[in-house]
């Protein structure tokens, strides 16, 4: 088994090691070229991914900021139809024409007063409760 090998076989083994090993360095290169590859797109994927959510949290925080608009809009709107439907129940209440003109005229401009916020025409029916 232990035998004496002349100089030319000796380097003809080193060389066939080398040879094999130089493989084996392009196998491993190759592996770390495609995982490099695979890597890459991964990371591009990711940042993909994180641009998409930063958009999806700019447009949640934009449709917040609409709903509070809105939001606030509605209790408005709600606080003076609050004082329209009192005079529309002094109204309704008032025994003399003079003050029905009166609590009339006062539910006139509330409503004038909402059209002209709001820039849209209100229709509210006037009949006694």
């Known amino acids: 088994m232990f035998g004496l090998f002349t100089t ?7 060389q066939e090691l ?14 770390i070229s495609k995982c490099e590859h695979r890597f890459q797109i991964s990371i591009g ?3 993909e991914m994180e641009q998409e959510i930063k958009d999806l949290q700019e447009d949640i ?12 809009i509605l209790r408005s ?8 439907d009192k005079e529309r129940g002094r109204l309704f209440n008032a025994k003399s024409d003079r003050i029905k003109k009166k609590y009339a005229k006062k539910i006139n401009e509330k ?3 909402l ?13 006694e409760e």
């Open 77 to 84: 709107c709600g606080l003076i139809l609050d004082r329209i």
């Open 8 to 14: 030319s076989q000796v380097n003809k083994m080193k």
């Open 45 to 47: 994927f990711q940042q």
């Open 115 to 127: 059209e002209k916020k709001y820039e849209t025409k209100i229709y509210i029916k006037m009949e």
């Open 18 to 31: 080398r040879e094999y090993y130089e493989m084996k360095l392009l196998e491993k290169d190759e592996l």
């Open 61 to 72: 925080r934009d449709l917040e900021f609409e709903i509070e608009k809105k939001d606030r």
């Open 111 to 113: 409503i004038e007063e």
